[in-house]
């Protein structure tokens, strides 16, 4: 029958098939795939778009058991005939996905030989597919695997649908079962769920909008989906992802005749979205808990193995790390606080927009206790403990200490290569200038320039000045104490922005919050990590060194059984001796310092206050060996019809003249703090070894602050300053193109916002920016406050 190797032939003829065996097996491969597809095409039958989009609830437990809440798996879906969709809804989604949906088979060949080839490869199989192809997928939401066998079922249905099924029913039950995000299923539960009218009533803008979200709504939902992904998800980067979308949408369908350009022209800004929660079971803090958790399993997907689309259609228990007391203790002490101080009606100039946010972390396990997020989370979507791009500034000096006592200072007579080989480790009683105005110098001193040739001099909060006159010399530990800005911004040029860079991601700080990095004001604060940040840095300190990144569920089970279990890796940050004096020095700041209002009675306390440039927000983040938590204040205009987010002042804000870390945010800590570790014994702090050489010691030098140790005297600000308003930049690197050009001219001097709580340094004119990394609140170049 098959002639091969030929016989009749010798040498590598033999090896050369004929005409006929080659004609043989091409015309039995064709049938072959003939019959194969008759078969499959006969086999499957058109779905039942009616079926779709079911889902099962997510059960959220707390840490000791008990049942949070049932939620996640709620299909919101209403079905509507085409007649009641508008027209523009149809166009917009044909000019954007598929344009020749009106005439094609159902299958896009090219689309579908280019999934298949990446499925061959490992990647996904996305891509290319007609809004038949969709239909059928949504259809098919029971079997979503990712397969070459469930991909050519897909194909053959898609046939059969395209062959079998009129396009306007196709059209109908696509738009009917797609998902939009926000849990909404279908056009009709979008449009309710984004704009409060039924999908009749939307507008050509309005449906190229939720032409967008089809795309994805993590990254389309103008609210943003920050716990899923902090970084890429926010509100202000969805949201110009959306507009460039829709209006890429509008554009397509004048170009394809789909749309007038004068009716186009109506529509070149985002549509108001309506707040987008709803649902009363996630109101108070368990919503923002219900994000923060389900924004862990799939941020670690590869670990968890859940999906945004798996834990979309539910089925599951989720165990997570919060204690239901504790995080009843963390919103009735920020309650307390608010309803006695911060009163917008009375002082509607200074007291509106005020938010706080919070997070406690265990320091043992890196386990999330508690968080506050806001007043509500079906009112205030945004996750204040989560990053809201409110800048730490003192409580960003802990790290600056770590990188002094972990590499040390470099010597300033060696060259720069031989510099970064020869290092002092630096003692807590190293002295440094407290000076205020103080001209900072690089480590081989050389006066710090900015590209304008302008000198840089640091001033201190109240325009003080610390220690004995001429040299002002004062040592670390006091300088923590009082919160003094001009020696730990000299002591991070000495030591080197980049182990102060590597101080902080050490400590458990997502590189992705650290702005400034090569500009002296990095080391007092100026960017922007989250309040879960923050308390996991800190309690790196409090674990003498080891590091545990902060989580929020502990397992997941389904039907199958358990499948997942989180396990708590820890890293050797610093040596034990590193952050044992770290927490020794912070030891100071609560027991006679700028934290007093932070003590707690019989419990060692360790902390630090901080507040920012312009009094834009206050901080403060303490530790006892148990449990470390950061506290947040800041005053932000997030109205949701305000699309240029700004972050305002806080001078007279709740009565006081200026908010410090140690007023407002200490009191919260205090009061939250003192509950949470009731009935907890008291522990103490591991007793510091000796480290490092006293630095720039002088046998006259003694360390006596010339300023009053009081904080709570606060001369009236007065900014030097107007700054301008404009929308914050989610990322460190969008800030002016010519960063200096950003800048006013003129001498590098300094200037007070008034208050002498050593807690803050105001930022030199001559070096205020007009744009930051994330809210206007000095600039990188400038710094903040402490």
Same mark, same amino acid.
């Given at each position: 029958?098959?002639?091969?190797?030929?016989?009749?032939?010798?040498?590598?003829?033999?090896?050369?098939?004929?005409?006929?065996?080659?004609?043989?097996?091409?015309?039995?491969?064709?049938?072959?795939?003939?019959?194969?597809?008759?078969?499959?095409?006969?086999?499957?039958?058109?779905?039942?778009?009616?079926?779709?989009?079911?889902?099962?609830?997510?059960?959220?437990?707390?840490?000791?058991?008990?049942?949070?809440?049932?939620?996640?798996?709620?299909?919101?879906?209403?079905?509507?005939?085409?007649?009641?969709?508008?027209?523009?809804?149809?166009?917009?989604?044909?000019?954007?996905?598929?344009?020749?949906?009106?005439?094609?088979?159902?299958?896009?060949?090219?689309?579908?030989?280019?999934?298949?080839?990446?499925?061959?490869?490992?990647?996904?199989?996305?891509?290319?597919?007609?809004?038949?192809?969709?239909?059928?997928?949504?259809?098919?939401?029971?079997?979503?695997?990712?397969?070459?066998?469930?991909?050519?079922?897909?194909?053959?249905?898609?046939?059969?649908?395209?062959?079998?099924?009129?396009?306007?029913?196709?059209?109908?039950?696509?738009?009917?079962?797609?998902?939009?995000?926000?849990?909404?299923?279908?056009?009709?539960?979008?449009?309710?769920?984004?704009?409060?009218?039924?999908?009749?009533?939307?507008?050509?803008?309005?449906?190229?909008?939720?032409?967008?979200?089809?795309?994805?709504?993590?990254?389309?939902?103008?609210?943003?989906?920050?716990?899923?992904?902090?970084?890429?998800?926010?509100?202000?980067?969805?949201?110009?992802?959306?507009?460039?979308?829709?209006?890429?949408?509008?554009?397509?369908?004048?170009?394809?005749?789909?749309?007038?350009?004068?009716?186009?022209?109506?529509?070149?800004?985002?549509?108001?979205?309506?707040?987008?929660?709803?649902?009363?079971?996630?109101?108070?803090?368990?919503?923002?808990?219900?994000?923060?958790?389900?924004?862990?399993?799939?941020?670690?997907?590869?670990?968890?193995?859940?999906?945004?689309?798996?834990?979309?259609?539910?089925?599951?228990?989720?165990?997570?790390?919060?204690?239901?007391?504790?995080?009843?203790?963390?919103?009735?002490?920020?309650?307390?606080?608010?309803?006695?101080?911060?009163?917008?009606?009375?002082?509607?100039?200074?007291?509106?927009?005020?938010?706080?946010?919070?997070?406690?972390?265990?320091?043992?396990?890196?386990?999330?206790?508690?968080?506050?997020?806001?007043?509500?989370?079906?009112?205030?979507?945004?996750?204040?403990?989560?990053?809201?791009?409110?800048?730490?500034?003192?409580?960003?000096?802990?790290?600056?200490?770590?990188?002094?006592?972990?590499?040390?200072?470099?010597?300033?007579?060696?060259?720069?290569?031989?510099?970064?080989?020869?290092?002092?480790?630096?003692?807590?009683?190293?002295?440094?200038?407290?000076?205020?105005?103080?001209?900072?110098?690089?480590?081989?001193?050389?006066?710090?320039?900015?590209?304008?040739?302008?000198?840089?001099?640091?001033?201190?909060?109240?325009?003080?000045?610390?220690?004995?006159?001429?040299?002002?010399?004062?040592?670390?530990?006091?300088?923590?104490?009082?919160?003094?800005?001009?020696?730990?911004?000299?002591?991070?040029?000495?030591?080197?922005?980049?182990?102060?860079?590597?101080?902080?991601?050490?400590?458990?700080?997502?590189?992705?919050?650290?702005?400034?990095?090569?500009?002296?004001?990095?080391?007092?604060?100026?960017?922007?990590?989250?309040?879960?940040?923050?308390?996991?840095?800190?309690?790196?300190?409090?674990?003498?060194?080891?590091?545990?990144?902060?989580?929020?569920?502990?397992?997941?089970?389904?039907?199958?059984?358990?499948?997942?279990?989180?396990?708590?890796?820890?890293?050797?940050?610093?040596?034990?001796?590193?952050?044992?004096?770290?927490?020794?020095?912070?030891?100071?700041?609560?027991?006679?310092?700028?934290?007093?209002?932070?003590?707690?009675?019989?419990?060692?306390?360790?902390?630090?206050?901080?507040?920012?440039?312009?009094?834009?927000?206050?901080?403060?983040?303490?530790?006892?060996?148990?449990?470390?938590?950061?506290?947040?204040?800041?005053?932000?205009?997030?109205?949701?019809?305000?699309?240029?987010?700004?972050?305002?002042?806080?001078?007279?804000?709740?009565?006081?003249?200026?908010?410090?870390?140690?007023?407002?945010?200490?009191?919260?800590?205090?009061?939250?703090?003192?509950?949470?570790?009731?009935?907890?014994?008291?522990?103490?702090?591991?007793?510091?070894?000796?480290?490092?050489?006293?630095?720039?010691?002088?046998?006259?030098?003694?360390?006596?602050?010339?300023?009053?140790?009081?904080?709570?005297?606060?001369?009236?600000?007065?900014?030097?300053?107007?700054?301008?308003?404009?929308?914050?930049?989610?990322?460190?690197?969008? #800030?002016?193109?010519?960063?200096?050009?950003?800048? @006013?001219? &003129?001498?590098? /001097? +300094?200037?007070?916002? $008034? =208050? !002498?709580? *050593?807690?803050?340094?105001? #930022?030199?004119?001559?070096?205020?920016?007009?744009? @930051?990394? &994330?809210?206007? /609140? +000095?600039?990188?170049? $400038? =710094? !903040?406050? *402490?």
């Amino acid at each position: 029958m098959i002639d091969y190797p030929r016989a009749d032939k010798y040498g590598w003829q033999r090896w050369i098939p004929s005409w006929k065996l080659v004609a043989g097996l091409f015309i039995g491969f064709v049938g072959s795939m003939v019959a194969v597809a008759g078969i499959g095409y006969a086999m499957v039958g058109v779905p039942d778009v009616d079926k779709t989009a079911t889902a099962q609830n997510n059960v959220y437990y707390w840490k000791d058991g008990s049942q949070m809440v049932a939620t996640g798996g709620e299909t919101n879906r209403q079905n509507i005939s085409l007649s009641q969709i508008p027209q523009e809804m149809r166009y917009a989604v044909i000019s954007q996905e598929n344009k020749t949906f009106y005439e094609d088979s159902g299958i896009d060949p090219k689309g579908i030989a280019r999934a298949l080839f990446n499925m061959a490869r490992g990647g996904q199989t996305q891509g290319g597919s007609t809004i038949t192809q969709q239909y059928v997928k949504n259809a098919m939401l029971n079997d979503q695997s990712q397969t070459i066998s469930r991909k050519f079922k897909e194909i053959f249905v898609s046939i059969k649908v395209g062959a079998e099924v009129d396009k306007d029913t196709i059209m109908a039950g696509y738009l009917n079962s797609a998902y939009y995000g926000r849990n909404d299923y279908g056009i009709q539960a979008a449009a309710r769920g984004y704009f409060g009218k039924d999908a009749i009533k939307l507008n050509p803008g309005e449906c190229a909008f939720l032409a967008a979200m089809l795309k994805g709504a993590t990254y389309y939902d103008p609210a943003g989906a920050t716990s899923i992904d902090p970084v890429n998800a926010t509100p202000e980067k969805n949201s110009r992802r959306a507009l460039l979308q829709m209006q890429d949408t509008l554009d397509k369908m004048v170009e394809y005749g789909h749309l007038d350009a004068s009716v186009r022209a109506k529509y070149t800004k985002l549509p108001a979205v309506k707040n987008p929660r709803s649902n009363t079971a996630l109101s108070g803090q368990v919503g923002y808990l219900v994000d923060l958790a389900n924004g862990y399993l799939v941020t670690h997907s590869k670990e968890t193995g859940i999906t945004q689309n798996l834990l979309q259609q539910g089925g599951y228990s989720i165990y997570t790390t919060f204690d239901k007391k504790k995080v009843q203790q963390l919103e009735d002490a920020v309650t307390k606080v608010q309803k006695a101080n911060i009163k917008p009606k009375e002082r509607p100039d200074t007291d509106t927009h005020v938010q706080f946010g919070g997070a406690s972390v265990e320091p043992d396990t890196g386990a999330i206790r508690a968080i506050y997020g806001g007043e509500d989370a079906t009112k205030h979507f945004t996750d204040n403990a989560d990053e809201t791009g409110a800048q730490v500034g003192s409580t960003f000096k802990p790290f600056v200490l770590a990188a002094a006592m972990t590499w040390g200072v470099r010597d300033p007579d060696l060259g720069s290569s031989q510099a970064q080989d020869e290092r002092t480790i630096v003692s807590p009683e190293s002295l440094f200038s407290g000076k205020n105005k103080l001209k900072i110098e690089d480590y081989n001193r050389t006066v710090w320039k900015n590209e304008k040739g302008e000198e840089w001099l640091q001033t201190n909060d109240g325009n003080e000045s610390y220690g004995t006159a001429p040299d002002y010399k004062i040592d670390l530990r006091e300088a923590m104490r009082e919160s003094v800005n001009s020696a730990f911004v000299q002591l991070g040029m000495d030591v080197g922005l980049d182990k102060v860079k590597d101080s902080a991601i050490s400590a458990g700080l997502r590189e992705s919050s650290l702005a400034g990095t090569t500009f002296p004001s990095f080391s007092i604060g100026i960017s922007d990590p989250s309040a879960i940040r923050m308390a996991g840095s800190y309690a790196t300190f409090a674990a003498s060194g080891k590091q545990r990144d902060p989580y929020s569920v502990e397992k997941v089970t389904s039907e199958e059984g358990q499948i997942f279990t989180h396990k708590v890796v820890s890293n050797q940050a610093f040596t034990s001796k590193v952050a044992d004096n770290v927490t020794d020095v912070l030891k100071t700041v609560v027991e006679r310092g700028t934290g007093t209002n932070a003590q707690l009675p019989g419990r060692e306390v360790a902390g630090k206050t901080g507040t920012t440039d312009g009094n834009k927000s206050a901080w403060f983040v303490g530790y006892t060996p148990q449990l470390s938590t950061a506290i947040s204040m800041f005053r932000l205009d997030d109205d949701e019809k305000n699309k240029n987010r700004t972050f305002l002042e806080m001078f007279g804000t709740g009565g006081q003249k200026k908010i410090h870390g140690a007023s407002f945010p200490a009191q919260i800590w205090h009061d939250y703090m003192a509950d949470a570790l009731e009935g907890t014994p008291a522990k103490d702090f591991p007793e510091p070894e000796p480290i490092g050489e006293v630095v720039n010691a002088e046998p006259s030098a003694t360390p006596t602050p010339t300023a009053t140790e009081t904080e709570e005297v606060e001369p009236s600000p007065t900014p030097t300053a107007t700054e301008t308003q404009v929308e914050p930049s989610p990322t460190a690197t969008e #800030t002016c193109n010519d960063f200096f050009e950003c800048n @006013t001219a &003129g001498t590098t /001097n +300094g200037n007070s916002n $008034g =208050g !002498s709580n *050593g807690d803050s340094s105001p #930022t030199p004119t001559a070096t205020e920016t007009d744009s @930051t990394r &994330g809210n206007q /609140n +000095g600039g990188l170049f $400038g =710094g !903040s406050d *402490g």
